[in-house]
């Protein structure tokens, strides 16, 4: 049950992903049970100490990585699948399921896991609910807000919840919608042990193109053509600035053989092949019309469709490679990407050798603003400050959000009293002083430090 | 140099299949260009490329769907194409190689084709014969598995794979039947452009039972199966229990 040995420690305490984050802890428990999981929170919630629960560790604002040698409540050992009911969809699973093999599960019975992310080989669906996980499906399979019909979870005290984790139905109108306290709260309300999720039918068409052209305002375009054209069968819309590709190239062949400054990738989903090829080609054909795609593939395969992917895919850990990543995620109105990414390049002193990556989820106005010192793996504080108030000031006005997928963790908690009002701050730290007392769930993560009394 | 490429319409390599019926379904099953036709589309192309061919020729036997496999041919670059239509089964079960290579002798004939590219096999099938068989036929010379092809359209060198090493063999003089191994290249993707350029090109369809050959099948297939499933590996105490399993169990030690 408990590992306590310092070099099995490196796996749970270092940052996976990012090499960014690094904590200490002395001891891992690795619970196989939930009954397991509450008498360990029992006991910590007793003893007063921290615990920092873990699933996958990919995160990437440091929300699973101890900051103060807490206790890693590692949830990869519950890694059981209970149920799926194949007319309903709905696939009832243990936390530390790892959502490829989840995804893997799901298409053997003709079904789709609603979330792909690019860490999904190592990430466990117990992290991606509690932080809320977003990914390049959410503009067609919704968030996971709306497609986790039930969980179970145990709270500091050691008491177990069943929020509606009842593979038997979907709709329920019983009560407070107490999950969704726990979907996206990064581990700070309580753990969670069993997902019941929501899982649409695999599509029997799938195809993708990968698009280029030469500027924001005509990603823009292509955007409002393939949602009024492709209507039904987009699935996923994300785009790449030459920035991010010139470093991926590197690592991973591009189907096309220019350099351009923006590229796209799109994956459509229907149930009928020829309907989704002759409307995907119209589509292509009228953008290439219109001028505004100068250049692009259409995939003839289920391997190249997976090519395209693997592109997207890799933006963010080979831009990690290169140096330092002062990294964004941010909400916006599609049409002041450009006006962001404008503020931030004037903020980037020239003598640096800084290369800003632009990548990301554009139909959910979701952007992955990436500025990575290449060949320099040491922060700079300074610049990361000024970076980061440009990136909050630009941001803040134009009405967006500085944590669209990421989450807070132990980096962006900070911001929170300039985002949210006084009345609403209040509100949730007294949800955390109720299901949380005594503050040993992942302690100094997602709310920042009272300012006022205690 | 005129090049003639076998294309052949199979179950996409990224799908898993089922067994229904005593034979692999195929209803609402994505279909694509067979790989190892793929690269050999792709050699043609640069062959034609580098001035060394003068037009290459993509044929397919199969369904009206195949014509969807001639389209990714002629987007690579394929000048024009050749439908045999049939709605036989393609991967073995009713229209097999030697039924195969007949009809690609005939086309060959009437083309007055100098070179036929064909992958080495099709992943459904397996079988890897149509190219031997139609050399036979042709009674011309074949390279199979193909890593690397080099010719000035008269003569030509190619290098192939073999299980113990890579084998350097020369034609003095065309024509001759090679088959592609994986790899000879590695295969463009289909451009936009060259997808709307391909809807031009001339696709010439026959009906592979109009062509005076037996398509009738050589071979009967007896049984469809899937292949047991792998066993869970099993964990062991101790290098005793282990040892007393790879000698008493998996007989893999003395």
Redesign the interface.
């Known amino acids: 049950l408990f590992v306590a040995k310092p070099h099995l420690t490196n796996v749970f305490t270092g940052d996976s992903r990012q090499k960014k984050y690094n904590g200490d802890a002395s001891i891992v428990a690795r619970p196989q049970t939930t009954g397991e999981v509450s008498r360990i929170l029992k006991y910590c919630n007793e003893k007063r100490i921290g615990v920092v629960p873990q699933a996958g560790n990919t995160g990437l604002c440091g929300g699973s990585i101890p900051i103060a040698k807490e206790v890693i409540l590692s949830v990869e050992c519950l890694n059981e699948i209970e149920y799926f009911d194949s007319i309903s969809g709905i696939l009832g699973v243990q936390a530390g399921c790892v959502l490829q093999d989840l995804q893997n599960y799901a298409a ?1 019975k003709n079904h789709l896991v609603p979330i792909d992310l690019g860490a999904k080989g190592t990430c466990q669906i117990g992290g991606n609910v509690s932080t809320n996980a977003g990914g390049s499906y959410y503009y067609r399979y919704g968030s996971l807000r709306g497609n986790v019909l039930g969980l179970e979870v145990v709270l500091a005290n050691g008491d177990v919840l069943n929020l509606g984790y009842n593979p038997s139905h979907l709709k329920d109108n019983t009560g407070y919608d107490l999950k969704s306290l726990f979907i996206g709260s990064e581990g700070t309300l309580g753990i969670v042990t069993k997902v019941a999720i929501l899982c649409p039918r695999l599509p ?3 195809c993708a ?3 280029s052209c030469q500027n924001f305002e005509q990603v823009t375009k292509i955007l409002q053509m393939a949602k009024m054209q492709l209507g039904e069968i987009l699935a996923a819309f994300e785009f790449m600035d030459d920035g991010v590709l010139s470093i991926v190239k590197e690592k991973v ?1 591009l ?2 053989s220019e350099m351009y400054p923006y590229c796209i990738l799109i994956e459509t989903h229907g149930s009928e ?2 309907h989704d ?1 002759e409307k995907i ?1 119209r589509f ?2 009228n953008t ?1 019309e219109d001028g505004i ?1 100068l ?4 995939a ?5 469709v ?1 090519d395209f992917w693997k592109i997207r895919e890799s933006c963010n850990p080979c831009v990690a490679e290169e140096g330092f990543v002062y990294k964004y995620d941010i909400s916006l109105p599609v049409n002041d990407f450009p006006l962001f990414i404008e503020d931030i390049r004037n903020k980037i002193p020239p003598e640096k050798a800084l290369r800003t990556c632009n990548y990301g989820h554009v139909i959910d106005g979701n952007l992955h603003c990436n500025i990575v010192e290449l060949g320099n793996f040491k922060v700079d504080l300074e610049l990361s400050k000024s970076l980061e108030e440009t990136v909050l000031e630009s941001v803040i006005k134009r009405g967006g959000s500085i944590s669209a997928e990421h989450g807070l963790g132990q980096y962006k908690h900070i911001h929170l009293p300039r985002i949210r009002d006084s009345a609403t701050l209040s509100s949730m730290y007294a949800i955390k002083q109720q299901f949380d007392p005594k503050g040993i769930m992942n302690p100094g993560k997602y709310l920042p430090p009272q300012m006022s009394s205690e | 140099m005129k090049i003639l490429v076998g294309v052949k319409r199979v179950v996409d390599y990224a799908v898993k299949v089922r067994v229904q019926n005593n034979t692999v379904d195929l209803k609402n099953i994505k279909m694509s260009l067979n790989p190892f036709c793929e690269i050999a589309v792709e050699e043609a192309v640069r062959l034609k490329e580098q001035k060394v061919a003068d037009e290459v020729v993509a044929m397919t036997i199969g369904p009206k769907q195949a014509t969807e496999t001639l389209r990714t041919a002629l987007a690579m670059g394929a000048d024009r194409a050749i439908h045999i239509m049939t709605d036989l089964r393609t991967d073995y079960m009713e229209l097999q190689p030697f039924a195969v290579s007949q009809i690609f002798q005939k086309i060959v004939e009437e083309e007055k084709s100098d070179l036929v590219l064909l992958g080495k096999q099709g992943i459904d099938s397996d079988c890897g014969q149509t190219g031997p068989m139609l050399a036979g036929l042709l009674d011309w010379p074949q390279i199979t598995f193909a890593a690397n092809i080099e010719t000035d359209g008269t003569s030509m060198t190619v290098e192939r794979e073999t299980d113990s090493g890579t084998e350097t063999i020369k034609i003095p003089q065309l024509p001759a039947v090679v088959t592609c191994d994986l790899r000879l290249n590695e295969p463009r993707y289909a451009t936009l452009p060259n997808i709307m350029k391909a809807k031009k090109k001339k696709v010439d369809t026959r009906v592979a039972e109009d062509m005076g050959i037996d398509l009738s099948p050589r071979n009967q297939v007896l049984e469809v199966f899937e292949p047991a499933p792998r066993k869970e590996g099993i964990m062991v105490e101790d290098i005793d229990s282990l040892i007393d399993k790879l000698k008493n169990e998996a007989g893999v030690i003395a």
């Open positions: 053997a029997r068409s799938k193109a990968f698009l062949a189907p096309l092949e020829d090829r080609e292509l054909t290439m795609v250049d692009g593939v259409l003839q395969s289920l391997s190249q997976e």
